[in-house]
Each structure stands twice: as structure tokens, then as C-alpha cells.
């Protein structure tokens, strides 16, 4: 098991820029994949970042270039800096921890772009 908490969402006018944590109760590295994942009002959660145990990453097209997921291991955290924020990245953001026989969630943070 591995519980997992997020922070530092809030509110962003669009252009700018949020870094998202997540500390884990127990070690990352041997975790087989961490993500974060989004889910706006009236939408389906979608994944938006993953980052596998090898150091492999996986992005939602919406974000390419945008958003990186990475992670510090001795912290048992996971980042998602997010830059050039658009309105439409308005969601509530939750981390994911995938141990291959479960998913692990956080209780999500809002994250809120607008002028």
C-alpha cells in the first residue's frame, strides 16, 4: 500500500506557471509507475503525465512540451511543472501510483487558469 499526498495547486493566470508535488508514504523507486492524472467539470479523469520506474515518461498530447513529470527519490516525491498553463488545464489534479496490482490514489489539488 502507499498513500500519497498532493500539493501546490491554486490559482494561475494563463501564461503562467504551477509546480504540483506529491510525497509518497514509502519509496518511489521500486513503484512501478507514477502519474498524474486530471479531471475537469463534467469530464472523465484523463491522464496527463506518467513516469515509469526505468525513467521512461509518457505525456497526454494536450501537454507535450508544456508539462514535466519528474521525480527525487530520496524525497518520495513526484513533480509536475507546469508551464504556459491554458484555461483549459483547469482540473482538479491527482497523483497515481500503479504498484502492478493496484492504483494508488491522492485526494487531488485544483488547479485553476484564469485572468
Known amino acids: 500500500q502507499v498513500q500519497l499526498v498532493e500539493s501546490g495547486g491554486g490559482l494561475v493566470q494563463p501564461g503562467g506557471s504551477l509546480r504540483l508535488s506529491c510525497v509518497a508514504s514509502r519509496s518511489i523507486a521500486s513503484i512501478r509507475s507514477m502519474g498524474w492524472y486530471r479531471q475537469a467539470p463534467g469530464k472523465q479523469r484523463e491522464l496527463v503525465a506518467t513516469?515509469?520506474?526505468?525513467?521512461?515518461?509518457n505525456y497526454a498530447d494536450s501537454v507535450k512540451g508544456r508539462f514535466t513529470i519528474s521525480t527525487d527519490n530520496a524525497k518520495n516525491t513526484v513533480y509536475l511543472q507546469m508551464n504556459s498553463l491554458k484555461p483549459e488545464d483547469t482540473a482538479v489534479y491527482f497523483c497515481?501510483?500503479?504498484?502492478?496490482?493496484?492504483?494508488?490514489w491522492g485526494q487531488g489539488t485544483q488547479v485553476t487558469v484564469s485572468s
Open positions: 513516469f515509469y520506474s526505468g525513467g521512461i515518461t
Open positions: 497515481n501510483a500503479y504498484l502492478g496490482w493496484a492504483d494508488y
